[in-house]
């Protein structure tokens, strides 16, 4: 039989698309290793969003090509974004030892099997946006958005928490749209609903909302204290009112900010994630001041910050006030720290609480040795892999439990805790 592995690089939407890459695999009677090393294929799913992950994909492509020169793997299969983008052709020009290429795939429906902890799945309810950012490549890659009917999605979601799904992270290029394709209208808030009523999910997580089609009905829903965590992720990307619309965001900053005062005033407890981008081609130093004003007024407990990327086939790459790469990063740096600044007075404030702690997993040290007694965690504040950890002492922790938890200090971002015996 033939073993494969893969890696899946990028975004949770990236990971559901190598979840169902692998299973279709093991269908055809392939075995899946968690290792890279001895097998006789291995998959690279890429993603192509901006520079530094194309950059990114090519450094995996050559490790992978190392290990193949050394007879340690077989085949290199690559597929994803990074191919969508560049094309197969120049590709193969460039890595001709790389056995086989595809790009994205259009299905959806596929059955999966789970990279993730057991207790924790996404769950992608549409594919594709037409925002049409004139920054971003998304369109061109993955296409126009296409909604999964609610009936799939709920089904999907029942599976999921019948072998032991605890935490379903709702994923999707912009899921607030999710419905408009299929049902005239946004329907999120109903979808929602149903998901909280499948028995055994213990946590939902929303992820990639956008502030156009956030209406009372969903505010309303974060506020009920429900499976619905109030955890709201709302990608902003700026605050003046020039690079919004240069962006084509549809939003102004008036709208927004009125938005994030009724998440403030009505959602008990909430954790506000953003992302924003720095050095948009035209942004001066009173419009970056202003993003700067911004964050610190609304103080989000979560954000990523990234310098702006002009990437081949979007507007912005065109548009003319570039903005100097040593000011990109000098603002880079500055609204990062801006931005930790928030997070870590997040976490000071905890010390001497206590909190419900998600465990993810053992701790294991860089060596690969496991730490007796100490583990890895994540309160309702946290989103897998993109948001900060909780260190927690404990005996006989089992991961996917929920387990009391008092927070001792914090380590930058993160918490160090000991569980509530």
């Keep these: 039989m033939n073993t494969f592995s893969i890696v899946s690089l990028g975004c949770p939407k990236n990971l559901v698309d190598s979840e169902r890459v692998v299973r279709r695999m093991e ?15 291995v998959i690279l799913n890429t993603c192509g969003f901006i520079g530094p992950a ?22 290199i299969v690559v597929r994803g974004c990074l ?10 020009k460039e890595f001709p030892e790389v056995d086989e290429w595809f790009g994205v795939e259009s299905d959806l429906v596929e059955p999966r099997r789970l990279l993730t902890e057991k207790h924790v799945a996404y769950l992608r309810i549409a594919d594709g946006c037409d925002r049409r950012c004139t920054y971003c490549t998304i369109p061109k890659i993955r296409g126009r958005f296409r909604s999964r009917p609610m009936e799939e999605l709920l089904a999907e979601a029942a599976e999921l928490a019948s072998h032991g799904v605890r935490e379903l992270v709702v994923v999707a290029q912009e899921t607030t749209f999710w419905g408009t394709d299929l049902y005239g209208k946004t329907r999120l808030a109903e979808l929602l609903r149903k998901l909280e009523e499948i028995e055994g999910l213990r946590w939902i997580r929303l992820m990639y909302a956008y502030p156009m089609f956030f209406d009372d009905d969903l505010i309303a829903l974060f506020a009920a204290k429900g499976k619905l965590l109030p955890y709201i992720d709302l990608p902003l990307q700026h605050a003046a009112d020039p690079i919004l619309k240069r962006m084509n965001r549809g939003v102004t900053k008036s709208e927004t900010e009125r938005l994030l005062e009724k998440f403030r005033n009505r959602i008990d407890d909430l954790v506000l994630r953003t992302s924003l981008i720095v050095g948009f081609p035209g942004e001066t130093e009173q419009m970056f001041n202003e993003l700067v004003k911004f964050v610190e007024h609304w103080k989000f407990e979560r954000a990523g910050v990234f310098p702006f990327s002009p990437e081949k086939g979007t507007a912005a790459e065109q548009f003319d006030g570039r903005v100097p790469e040593r000011l990109v990063k000098k603002r880079y740096e500055k609204l990062y720290k801006v931005c930790e600044a928030h997070s870590v007075a ?11 702690v998600q465990i993810d997993s053992p701790y294991v040290d860089e060596s690969g040795r496991r730490e007796p007694n100490l583990f890895l965690g994540r309160t309702r504040a946290d989103a897998p892999d993109i948001d900060p950890i909780v260190y927690v002492t404990g005996t006989n922790l089992v991961a996917g439990s929920l387990i ?11 918490l160090v805790a000991v569980a509530d015996d």
């Design 346 to 356: 997040w976490a000071v404030r905890r010390k001497g609480t206590f909190l419900d």
């Design 404 to 414: 009391s938890c008092e927070i001792l200090e914090n380590n930058g971002c993160n």
């Design 54 to 75: 194309r950059a990114e994909a090519r450094d995996y492509i050559g490790s992978l090509l190392d290990l193949k020169r050394q007879g340690r793997i077989r085949r």
């Design 27 to 41: 269908l055809e009677g392939n075995v899946f290793r968690t290792e890279l090393d001895g097998c006789d294929t």
């Design 83 to 92: 191919t969508q983008c560049e094309g197969i052709e120049p590709l193969q």
